[in-house]
């Protein structure tokens, strides 16, 4: 299966994605796809509509003490649901889909999370830390919401006018 990053402001990133009913090959081959191009682009959690497919599917991969992905560590969640989230937290994010920027972004402490394998066995997640972070980001995604989404009004208008700024300079080069 051959995947490409949604880049923002792709409308692509503003769809809700659905509920996976199937837990069939198809479901597998994207989940297969996903990782390595997430690998490659030095990602630590991807969600399906960031490479054009709707459906309730995301990845995480987050780093050890050594800062290295092994595949042993991978997290599924299809159809993911938070029954818990609990405590403030703001963690500097960034996105496979708005490449070269990073905001602080406020988040919860800690999350549990109900979700399925590829299989469609039933999970259950209490996370905190970068994981908790990763969940929330990756979550939103499944409703069409960005990271830049929740910026203040102020900060939203600076972020669009450096976007479109290296945006410029990315397609000059070209
Ligand atoms: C979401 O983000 C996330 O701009 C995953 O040039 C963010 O993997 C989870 C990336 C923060 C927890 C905390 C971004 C790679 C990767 C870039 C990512 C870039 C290259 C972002
Ligand atoms: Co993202």
């Not at 595949?71 to 989230?85: A, G, H, Q, S, W």
Request: hydrophobic content about 35%; glycine content about 6%.
């Amino acid at each position: 299966m051959e995947l490409k990053i949604v880049e923002y402001p792709d409308k692509k990133l503003k769809e809700k994605s659905l509920e996976v009913k199937n837990f069939d090959e198809n479901l597998h081959k994207l989940l297969d796809a996903m990782y390595p191009l997430m690998i490659e682009t030095n990602g630590i959690g991807l969600a399906a509509i960031q490479v054009a497919h709707a459906k309730r599917v995301l990845i995480l991969n987050i780093p050890d003490e050594e800062g290295e992905q092994p595949k042993d560590n991978l997290i599924e969640m299809i159809n993911p649901l938070v029954t818990k989230k609990e405590g403030d937290a703001i963690y500097q994010e960034g996105c496979l889909s708005v490449p070269g920027f990073y905001e602080d972004i406020n988040r919860f402490e800690s999350v549990c999370v109900n979700y399925q394998d590829r299989f469609g066995n039933t999970k259950y997640m209490e996370a905190d830390g970068l994981l908790s972070i990763a969940i929330q980001h990756e979550m939103d995604h499944l409703e069409g919401i960005l990271f830049i989404d929740k910026l203040s009004y102020a900060r939203r208008k600076k972020f669009e006018k450096e976007y479109k700024r290296v945006c410029k300079e990315k397609k000059e080069k070209k």
